[in-house]
């Protein structure tokens, strides 16, 4: 699917209050091959919301999906 795909830090979790449904948001001892997806994107993707450990790839790049958003009310506006 076209997604927009956001290049983050930790604090963005806070900054825009969002919430993990499942798993956990990024954090500084990671490494940068992992990701976070919203709920809709992993049934998407994957058919469920249960995707933690599934991998995405993205220009041909594998992640490993650590955590799914819960749903929003609004969606998030980063421009």
Do not use: H, M, W
Request: proline fraction near 6%.
């Amino acid at each position: 699917p076209n997604t927009p795909i956001v290049a983050t830090t930790p604090e963005l979790a806070e900054i825009s209050q969002l919430t993990v449904r499942e798993g956990q948001f990024l954090d500084t001892t990671l490494n940068g091959n992992t990701a976070v997806i919203g709920a809709q994107l992993s049934i998407n993707l994957f058919g469920t919301e249960q995707s933690i450990g599934k991998t995405v790839t993205v220009r041909g790049y594998p992640f490993t999906i650590i955590g799914v958003l819960d749903r929003q009310n609004e969606p998030i506006n980063y421009n």
